[in-house]
Protein backbone atom coordinates (compact mmCIF):
# COMPACT_ATOMS: atom_id res chain seq x y z
CA UNK A 1 0.00 0.00 0.00
CA UNK A 2 1.15 3.59 -0.91
CA UNK A 3 2.13 5.79 1.95
CA UNK A 4 3.53 9.22 2.26
CA UNK A 5 4.55 9.69 5.53
CA UNK A 6 5.14 13.93 6.58
CA UNK A 7 7.36 15.00 9.34
CA UNK A 8 8.70 17.89 10.87
CA UNK A 9 5.56 20.30 11.58
CA UNK A 10 5.12 22.07 14.31
CA UNK A 11 5.14 25.41 16.55
CA UNK A 12 7.63 28.04 14.75
CA UNK A 13 8.23 31.47 15.72
CA UNK A 14 7.42 34.12 13.10
CA UNK A 15 10.74 34.45 11.23
CA UNK A 16 11.98 30.95 12.00
CA UNK A 17 12.75 28.50 10.02
CA UNK A 18 11.28 24.46 9.75
CA UNK A 19 12.63 21.75 6.92
CA UNK A 20 9.24 19.14 6.40
CA UNK A 21 10.16 15.81 5.12
CA UNK A 22 7.97 12.97 3.30
CA UNK A 23 9.22 9.57 2.61
CA UNK A 24 7.04 7.47 0.46
CA UNK A 25 6.93 3.56 0.51
CA UNK A 26 5.59 1.57 -2.37
CA UNK A 27 5.95 4.03 -5.42
CA UNK A 28 9.26 4.79 -7.41
CA UNK A 29 9.62 8.07 -6.87
CA UNK A 30 11.18 8.91 -10.35
CA UNK A 31 8.17 8.64 -12.04
CA UNK A 32 6.35 10.82 -9.82
CA UNK A 33 5.95 14.28 -8.90
CA UNK A 34 6.01 15.32 -6.01
CA UNK A 35 5.45 18.32 -3.54
CA UNK A 36 3.54 19.76 -1.13
CA UNK A 37 0.41 21.75 -0.47
CA UNK A 38 -1.28 22.69 2.43
CA UNK A 39 -4.91 23.62 3.97
CA UNK A 40 -5.16 26.28 6.21
CA UNK A 41 -8.35 26.63 8.87
CA UNK A 42 -11.58 27.37 6.45
CA UNK A 43 -9.26 27.51 3.26
CA UNK A 44 -9.11 25.41 0.38
CA UNK A 45 -5.77 23.12 0.47
CA UNK A 46 -3.13 25.35 -2.05
CA UNK A 47 0.28 24.24 -3.64
CA UNK A 48 3.32 25.24 -1.89
CA UNK A 49 5.77 23.59 -3.54
CA UNK A 50 6.33 21.33 -6.43
CA UNK A 51 9.23 18.88 -7.76
CA UNK A 52 8.72 17.06 -11.50
CA UNK A 53 10.19 14.11 -12.45
CA UNK A 54 13.06 16.32 -13.95
CA UNK A 55 13.38 18.08 -10.61
CA UNK A 56 11.52 21.40 -12.23
CA UNK A 57 10.32 23.13 -9.43
CA UNK A 58 7.88 25.89 -8.92
CA UNK A 59 6.52 28.06 -5.92
CA UNK A 60 3.62 29.56 -4.65
CA UNK A 61 3.92 33.00 -5.19
CA UNK A 62 3.44 33.64 -1.16
CA UNK A 63 6.27 31.12 -0.55
CA UNK A 64 8.53 31.93 -3.25
CA UNK A 65 12.34 33.11 -2.35
CA UNK A 66 11.86 31.39 0.97
CA UNK A 67 11.43 28.08 0.35
CA UNK A 68 13.03 25.44 -0.87
CA UNK A 69 12.00 21.76 -2.75
CA UNK A 70 14.21 19.31 -2.90
CA UNK A 71 13.81 15.49 -3.78
CA UNK A 72 16.18 12.27 -3.52
CA UNK A 73 14.52 9.34 -5.44
CA UNK A 74 16.57 6.87 -3.69
CA UNK A 75 15.62 7.51 -0.91
CA UNK A 76 12.08 7.99 -1.85
CA UNK A 77 12.25 11.68 0.26
CA UNK A 78 10.63 14.97 -0.63
CA UNK A 79 11.54 17.78 1.73
CA UNK A 80 9.92 21.25 2.10
CA UNK A 81 12.37 24.31 4.27
CA UNK A 82 10.59 26.82 4.44
CA UNK A 83 12.74 30.23 6.33
CA UNK A 84 10.96 33.89 7.71
CA UNK A 85 7.62 31.66 8.35
CA UNK A 86 4.84 34.27 8.75
CA UNK A 87 1.37 33.87 10.75
CA UNK A 88 0.07 32.98 7.32
CA UNK A 89 2.09 30.25 6.87
CA UNK A 90 0.47 28.74 9.93
CA UNK A 91 -1.83 24.95 8.27
CA UNK A 92 -1.92 21.75 7.81
CA UNK A 93 1.28 20.46 5.41
CA UNK A 94 0.39 17.51 3.15
CA UNK A 95 2.63 15.50 0.93
CA UNK A 96 1.56 15.15 -2.46
CA UNK A 97 2.80 12.50 -5.30
CA UNK A 98 1.94 12.03 -8.88
CA UNK A 99 2.90 9.29 -11.56
CA UNK A 100 3.34 11.96 -14.27
CA UNK A 101 1.40 9.54 -16.93
CA UNK A 102 -1.07 8.35 -14.89
CA UNK A 103 -3.47 10.72 -13.24
CA UNK A 104 -5.23 7.97 -11.48
CA UNK A 105 -2.21 7.16 -9.57
CA UNK A 106 -2.15 10.11 -7.40
CA UNK A 107 -1.14 10.26 -3.42
CA UNK A 108 -1.37 12.06 -0.41
CA UNK A 109 -0.14 12.21 3.37
CA UNK A 110 -2.08 12.33 6.30
CA UNK A 111 -0.66 15.82 7.12
CA UNK A 112 1.42 17.70 9.40
CA UNK A 113 0.57 20.67 11.33
CA UNK A 114 2.86 23.71 11.00
CA UNK A 115 1.77 26.84 13.81
CA UNK A 116 3.42 30.21 13.53
CA UNK A 117 1.46 32.64 15.99
CA UNK A 118 0.72 35.99 15.35
Known amino acids: QVQLVESGGGLVQPGGSLTLSCTASEIDCRYFNMGWYRQAPGMERELVARSSISEFTDYADSVKGRSTISRDNAKRTVTLRMNNLKSEDTAVYYC????????????WGKGTLVTVPS
Open 96 to 107: WAKHHLFNNLEY
